[in-house]
């Protein structure tokens, strides 16, 4: 089992930066892919980011290229989501995910924290 809890999140306005933590426990946290999803009201979860066990490599949606950085420190069983040029429809609950695969699609991911929300004011 591996647990997992977010922070970060926030009011914040058009054009702001936020930086979102999920802290790990369990299991050894660089086996896993950590990804972010999220999901705004009324609509279906979606990938964010994901991140390999070592760092390496990287994964990215289209809608937050250039704009967002996922991070990890695996001595701290801590992965972070930079979020810079925040826009309103940006505005979601984020969830942070770890599976051994690479979490981009929901239904697949075997390990979820519960959620931050994320406010953009225009």
């Given at each position: 089992?591996v647990?997992?809890v977010?922070?970060?999140g926030?009011?914040?306005?058009?054009?702001?930066?936020?930086?979102?933590?999920c802290?790990?426990?369990g299991?050894t946290?660089?086996n896993y892919?950590?990804?972010?999803?999220r999901q705004?009201?009324?609509?279906?979860?979606r990938?964010?980011?994901?991140i390999s066990?070592?760092g390496?490599?990287t994964y990215?949606?289209d809608s937050?290229?250039?704009?967002?950085?996922?991070?990890?420190?695996?001595?701290k069983n801590?992965?972070?989501?930079q979020?810079?040029s925040?826009?309103?429809?940006d505005?979601?609950?984020?969830y942070?995910?770890?599976d051994?695969?690479?979490?981009?699609?929901?239904?697949?991911?075997n390990y979820?924290?519960?959620?931050t929300l994320?406010?953009?004011?225009?």
């Amino acid at each position: 089992q591996v647990q997992l809890v977010e922070s970060g999140g926030g009011l914040v306005q058009a054009g702001g930066s936020l930086r979102l933590s999920c802290a790990a426990s369990g299991r050894t946290f660089r086996n896993y892919y950590m990804g972010w999803f999220r999901q705004a009201p009324g609509k279906a979860r979606r990938f964010v980011a994901a991140i390999s066990g070592s760092g390496e490599s990287t994964y990215y949606a289209d809608s937050v290229k250039g704009r967002f950085t996922i991070s990890r420190d695996n001595a701290k069983n801590t992965g972070y989501l930079q979020m810079n040029s925040l826009k309103p429809e940006d505005t979601a609950v984020y969830y942070c995910a770890a599976d051994v695969r690479i979490p981009t699609v929901p239904s697949a991911v075997n390990y979820w924290g519960k959620g931050t929300l994320v406010t953009v004011s225009s």
